[in-house]
């Protein structure tokens, strides 16, 4: 089956730093990707949704300027959780969404994020 | 009213039971059903995907779907203790993957 990977898988880190999530899919081509965050005991929430070589499209609420998400090729994505506070701390998870089309999404690991 | 309706739970059965989750929605439009499982602190992990009303089987696992209802439900015979997760329903209008919308999931304990 389709194979989504996260890196890193767990990051603890100082307020006001940038933290860089990477996406991959790694035995097909994802022609979108989508970054959710998931808080404890609640379901996933979409953030923004990424397509290979253009901008993403950020769910409302999100701060495009706080996570900046870069689609570089059909296999990597990555979410930038820039100036983190604490709040930020989550579950982060991508998926991707096979090129091939009449598929549905595949899940990344997660990453947890701690923001001291 | 939220969007889609799933038992949070937690659920504990022993050991092969037969387990049912449910989920019910309100918008027509979603025409894709999914049952994800999701073990904790991992990303969820596909079960079933399926896109007309019916039932659709693999392996111990039945989803059914009654559109008319707007109700869809995952049977698991034969429950086993490796089956304790959360399990969430998703549903979306479209197969473009923008529009999923998620239910809370339901815990489910499966004790030997």
């Known amino acids: 089956g389709a194979v989504v990977s996260q890196h890193p898988s767990r990051v603890i880190c100082k307020s006001g730093t940038s933290v860089k999530i990477e996406c991959r899919s790694l035995?097909?081509?994802?022609?979108?990707m989508f970054w959710y965050r998931q808080f404890p005991k609640q379901s996933l929430m979409l953030m923004a949704t990424?397509?290979?070589?253009?901008?993403?499209?950020?769910e409302q609420g999100v701060e495009k300027d706080k996570f900046l998400i870069n689609h570089a090729s059909l296999t990597l994505s990555t979410l930038t959780v820039t100036s983190a506070h604490p709040e930020d701390s989550s579950f982060y998870i991508c998926?991707?969404?096979?090129?091939?089309?009449?598929?549905?999404?595949?899940f990344g690991p997660g990453t947890r994020l701690l923001v001291l | 009213q939220k969007e889609v309706e799933q038992d949070p739970g937690p659920l504990s059965v022993p050991e092969g039971a037969i387990v049912s989750l449910n989920c019910t929605y309100s918008?027509?439009?979603?025409?894709?059903f999914m049952w994800y499982r999701q073990y904790s602190r991992k990303g969820p992990e596909l079960l079933m995907y399926t896109y007309s009303s019916g039932n659709k089987e693999d392996g111990r696992f039945t989803a059914q779907v009654d559109k008319s209802s707007k109700y869809i439900s995952l049977f698991i015979r034969d429950s086993q203790p490796s089956d304790s997760a959360t399990y969430l329903c998703?549903?979306?209008?479209?197969?473009?993957?923008?529009?999923?919308?998620f239910g809370p999931g339901t815990r489910l304990s499966v004790l030997p």
């Open positions: 998926s991707a969404r096979s090129l091939a089309g009449g598929e549905t999404q595949y």
């Open positions: 918008n027509s439009a979603f025409q894709y």
């Open positions: 998703a549903m979306s209008p479209d197969n473009y993957g923008q529009n999923f919308v």
């Open positions: 990424s397509n290979e070589g253009s901008k993403a499209t950020y």
């Open positions: 035995d097909f081509q994802a022609t979108t």
